[in-house]
């Protein structure tokens, strides 16, 4: 199967009401396992591959080594591989370009690409953050990028979520007319918000799994693509630790 035909069999995963369960790994050994346990595609976390090299979140882990663990992955699998690839690890436009088709060449059929300004405060401007996927379009004219805002995970406070959903819906159309694939809300968990997201996203809607928040409930208000973030890799480093304190 060509590379244009993964991704576009991976697009075609994403169906609001049926969401694609993208439970995060972090090399090729992790995604081995959730291959074999029946996975119908991979997703790397930002945070979980970086602590699984010892560096921490937001493009501490060298682009380098961050490609070369996708390669791999990709080379053992497969299944679909979408990366995190936060924020593109560049600002200007020429730079997000060919860093995505780097990635493109390490076979990954899809992206995260966030809003938020990493290193810095708060997110890009709208129109800023639609330029920059228009950049990172440039890459493939295949490939599935799942644009994320960050809105929600900036506002710990869940009572005000509800004044940002106007915000995300328009982040999502400004995004979509950018060329992205799918619009992802992480830390929006209120399944009653995430309804009005999928009745006004015209992308499919990403969640982030979180305590409380079943699939059931997510396939019943539309949600297309249900991720688990750091969760997985945390779950596992504690199972380590505790198999290792029990050793007698």
């Not at 009745?199 to 699939?215: C, F, H, I, K, Y």
Request: hydrophobic share 45%; proline share 3%; glycine share 10%.
């Amino acid at each position: 199967m060509s590379y244009s035909d993964r991704a576009r069999a991976f697009a075609a995963l994403h169906q609001s009401g049926t969401p694609l369960v993208l439970y995060n790994i972090w090399d090729a050994g992790s995604a081995k396992a959730i291959e074999g346990a029946g996975a119908k595609a991979l997703a790397t976390g930002s945070w979980s591959v970086a602590a699984a090299q010892g560096f921490g979140d937001g493009e501490e882990i060298p682009l380098e080594l961050l490609l070369e663990i996708a390669t791999r992955i990709a080379a053992s699998s497969d299944l679909p591989l979408t990366v995190d690839f936060e924020g593109g690890y560049a600002v200007e436009a020429a730079a997000l370009t060919q860093n995505a088709r780097r990635l493109v060449q390490t076979g990954a059929v899809g992206i995260n690409f966030e809003d938020q300004i990493v290193g810095g405060e708060g997110l890009y401007t709208v129109d800023d953050q639609a330029k920059r996927i228009a950049a990172m379009r440039l890459a493939d004219s295949d490939y599935f990028i799942n644009a994320r805002t960050d809105l929600f995970l900036k506002e710990r406070d869940a009572e005000k979520h509800a004044d940002l959903v106007e915000q995300a819906i328009t982040r999502a159309a400004a995004y979509a007319e950018a060329g992205a694939s799918g619009f992802f809300v992480p830390g929006l968990t209120d399944a009653g918000l995430i309804a009005q997201i999928t009745a006004g996203s015209p992308l499919p809607v990403n969640v982030m799994m979180r305590r409380g928040m079943t699939l059931a409930a997510m396939a019943e208000v539309g949600v297309a693509r249900a991720s688990y973030g750091p969760g997985p890799y945390a779950k596992a480093m504690k199972q380590l630790a505790e198999a290792f304190t029990a050793l007698e």
